[in-house]
């Protein structure tokens, strides 16, 4: 269990997981990637050049709360039943499959600076990838018309905020992305017990005095509504206790480019089903190919 004070500051402001392996790792070549989101946050990451000769298309990875660039490394946080998220086989999988693929840290983890407000799920954060994404069209070898995105957990609210913002971005693979509110109320009676959930209405208030957007009020159904020809595949956990099938289905059926039934993943938890992109490496390599 979770204490109280250390949970509401891992919600406002994170951790930062510290990278303990490169991409070489896979055998893959990079660059370092240095570049500001919409407001200015500095940003780190890396670039995996694709090798083709001339322009290619690309796809950016957006990773979940408390991760960094590689994904996560679990029992890092005491108390917190997490597994381990390796984005390393995908990227190879993309990269084999004729893709640049960028890997970044959002805001407040990894290398990436802190933000003046805290972390928002999504919707600011959504300015972190716009800045992505003007970094990989600013590159001379990255076709800036096919480019996708990969967002899991919150990275999955990020690219759909963001989206609207950047068109065109021709895919996005979209793995457990949820309504803050349910996950918040599921994930603190998981680690609270009963009185979790009413803890989460004083954030509320927190995040109304630090004028940020209030958990209450995040739903990425509302952009999902407006991400245009974007097609977009949706995946999501079957045992994960903290978000919803139902939620993530109703994010599908209102996004214009719906490609097709969310992939229901069997997992035991949630952390589990974020195993879909290591596990499927290459169904997430044939997706891009085939929509970007």
């Known amino acids: ?34 570049f500001v989101a919409a407001d200015g946050v500095g940003l780190k990451g890396w670039f995996i050049p694709s090798g083709a000769e001339g322009r290619s298309p690309a796809v950016v990875f957006v990773h979940g709360w408390m991760w960094n660039r590689l994904g996560n490394v679990a029992h890092q946080v005491k108390g917190l039943a997490d597994a381990d998220v390796d984005f390393l086989p995908a990227a190879k999988a993309l990269h084999d499959a004729g893709f640049g693929v960028l890997l970044f840290d959002v805001r407040w983890h990894g290398e990436s600076e802190r933000g003046s407000k805290p972390l928002t799920y999504g919707p600011l954060e959504a300015r972190d990838y716009i800045g992505a994404v003007r970094y990989l069209r600013s590159r001379p070898d990255v076709d800036g ?6 967002g899991t957990s919150m990275g999955g609210n990020i690219v759909i905020y963001g989206t609207p913002e950047v068109q065109p971005i021709k895919a996005l ?9 349910v996950f918040n109320s599921n994930f603190m009676r ?9 803890m989460t209405k004083p954030m509320e208030l927190v995040y109304a005095a630090l004028r ?12 999902a509504r407006t991400l245009g020809d974007t097609v977009v595949q949706y995946v ?5 206790p903290w978000g919803e099938m139902g939620i993530v289905e109703e994010f599908a059926s209102v996004t214009p480019g719906n490609a097709g039934p969310v992939i229901k993943f069997p ?7 974020y195993g879909y992109i290591s596990a499927h490496a290459d169904d997430v390599a044939a997706f891009f190919k085939q929509h970007v």
Do not use: C, W
């Open 190 to 198: 998981t680690e609270m017990g009963p009185l979790g959930p009413p």
């Open 1 to 34: 269990m979770l204490n109280p004070f250390v949970m509401t500051k891992l919600m406002l402001n994170a951790r930062r997981a510290p990278l303990t392996r490169t991409p070489a790792e896979a055998g893959l070549e990079y660059e370092n990637a240095a």
């Open 236 to 240: 999501q956990g079957t045992g994960d």
């Open 145 to 150: 018309e096919r480019i996708g995105a990969i």
């Open 173 to 181: 693979m979209a793995i457990q992305p949820t309504r803050l509110a």
């Open 267 to 273: 997992s035991p938890g949630r952390y589990e089903g």
């Open 212 to 223: 940020a957007p209030r958990p209450g009020k995040h739903d990425p159904a509302v952009p």
